[in-house]
């Protein structure tokens, strides 16, 4: 369990982020120790999938963290100094991930790490990032074996323990559903999302008909949903990304099996509907409560520069990683730019009011949000009754 941080910190609000002490100079910050310190640049690096299955997740999170630094940089950075983004492309491989980030702290010589998109590539980076009292922030990964993965581990999503858990919910009180089967990829997160589906909707009273694992490069589930078909549940639960569950509907359909799925976040993506067409109608998914409706100013503003950047909307996640720049620029602006004292000011953040909603880390360096059930409609995603 990581260590409770009983902070003293004062956090500012972002509209006064960048206001530094009067009798600080340009390229000079004070540390927590009082002490002044000089820098020329501060460094974070930028750990993605650029490529590979999970390359919309990863784009989405580059993409949040790369605005938020322009803005911040072209405010005039940190008391004058600016933050660097060091990018490297992790191809969805847990191994190139550790790979990246240990170049990331050896040779660069970052002072804090942002991405690791999925929960394996997460997973795997953990340790490395405890060994090197070097920060790392995921916006997207869900698993909740992050939770305990060491002091110098954050994220700026909730658990999927929770949105799986909402799901459960959802299928037995609003659904009225009793019997459920799940089909999931051999993955940390999938796994993380099936353990929690199951242990609520058991708790709930529900019954789990079977489970059937697949690999990571399984492309045909024909066999898996031949299996389904013969069984006797009134739903399937399938957590995953876009790209897969997507495939995994049209030959759902294709084989004419029809049953009500579920599905978790990693599916709100438009590249559901390239794969899976029409097959998709009726999905329902638990997600993080995000509207480009919001009338958050935070959220306005975000949503009009990554569009007008971006040529595109932005997803949560994106969010996410916009927000997480901007917290750490909050830590930095207080002298605590890397290390313990770094940590320590991110567990002294509260009520931290961003475009992806309000972010406060506990002892564990876990952010709580609330929750949305959405089900797709003629090609769109809608809240569900």
């Given at each position: 369990?990581?260590?409770k941080i009983?902070s ?7 509209a ?6 009067e009798?600080k100079?340009?390229?000079e ?6 002490k002044?310190?000089k820098?020329?640049?501060i460094k974070v690096?930028?750990i ?14 580059h993409n949040g ?11 005039g950075?940190?008391?004058?100094v600016k933050?660097?983004?060091l990018v490297d492309?992790?191809?969805?491989d847990?191994?190139?991930a550790?790979?990246?980030?240990n170049?990331a ?12 998109v999925?929960?394996?590539?997460a ?9 090197n ?12 074996k ?6 110098y ?6 658990s999927?323990y929770?949105?799986?858990?909402e ?5 037995i009180?609003?659904?009225k559903i009793?019997q ?10 999938a796994i ?7 242990s609520?909707?058991e708790a ?5 008909v079977?489970e059937?694992s697949?690999?990571?490069n399984?492309?045909?589930?024909r ?9 006797d549940?009134a ?7 876009s790209?897969v ?6 030959q759902s359909?294709?084989?004419g099996?029809q049953?009500?799925w ?11 509907f390239e794969?899976?067409?029409?097959a ?5 998914f638990a ?7 919001s009338?958050?100013?935070k ?6 520069a ?5 040529g595109s ?10 927000d997480t720049?901007?917290i750490?620029a909050?830590c930095?602006?207080t002298?605590?730019i890397?290390g313990?004292a770094?940590v320590?000011c991110l567990?002294g953040?509260?009520?931290f009011d961003?475009?992806s909603g309000?972010i406060?880390?506990?002892n564990?360096?876990?952010?709580y949000k609330?929750t949305a059930i959405k089900v797709?409609?003629e090609?769109?995603f809608?809240?569900?009754?």
């Amino acid at each position: 369990m990581r260590k409770k941080i009983a902070s003293l910190l004062i956090i500012f609000v972002v509209a006064i982020l960048f206001l530094g002490c009067e009798n600080k100079k340009d390229g000079e910050v004070v540390a927590p120790s009082n002490k002044t310190i000089k820098i020329k640049e501060i460094k974070v690096a930028g750990i993605y999938p650029l490529t590979g299955k999970a390359a919309t997740f990863g784009q989405w999170a580059h993409n949040g963290v790369e605005l938020a630094i322009d803005e911040i940089n072209a405010a005039g950075g940190v008391n004058g100094v600016k933050i660097k983004h060091l990018v490297d492309d992790t191809q969805t491989d847990n191994k190139l991930a550790v790979s990246a980030f240990n170049k990331a702290i050896s040779i660069h010589k970052v002072d804090a790490a942002v991405g690791f998109v999925s929960s394996g590539e997460a997973l795997a980076c953990a340790p490395v990032a405890e060994q090197n009292n070097t920060v790392m922030i995921t916006p997207v990964a869900g698993t909740e074996k992050l939770k305990e993965a060491g002091e110098y581990v954050f994220r700026t999503r909730e658990s999927g323990y929770l949105q799986a858990y909402e799901t459960a919910e959802y299928a037995i009180k609003q659904l009225k559903i009793n019997q459920a089967s799940i089909l999931y990829e051999n993955a940390a997160n999938a796994i993380a999302y099936r353990d929690a589906f199951k242990s609520k909707f058991e708790a709930m009273g529900g019954r789990i008909v079977t489970e059937l694992s697949y690999d990571e490069n399984t492309g045909n589930w024909r066999t898996y949903l031949a299996k389904l078909k013969q069984l006797d549940q009134a739903a399937v639960y399938a957590p995953g990304i876009s790209t897969v569950i997507g495939l995994i509907l049209k030959q759902s359909q294709e084989i004419g099996f029809q049953t009500q799925w579920l599905s978790s976040a990693g599916i709100e993506d438009p590249k559901l509907f390239e794969m899976a067409g029409d097959a998709a109608e009726g999905l329902i998914f638990a997600t993080s409560f995000f509207s480009l409706d919001s009338s958050n100013q935070k959220t306005k503003h975000f949503a009009r520069a990554y569009s007008a950047r971006y040529g595109s909307q932005p997803s949560v996640y994106a969010a996410n990683a916009y927000d997480t720049i901007y917290i750490l620029a909050q830590c930095f602006n207080t002298g605590a730019i890397r290390g313990q004292a770094l940590v320590d000011c991110l567990y002294g953040i509260k009520d931290f009011d961003g475009a992806s909603g309000v972010i406060s880390f506990d002892n564990f360096g876990e952010v709580y949000k609330p929750t949305a059930i959405k089900v797709v409609k003629e090609k769109r995603f809608i809240l569900a009754d």
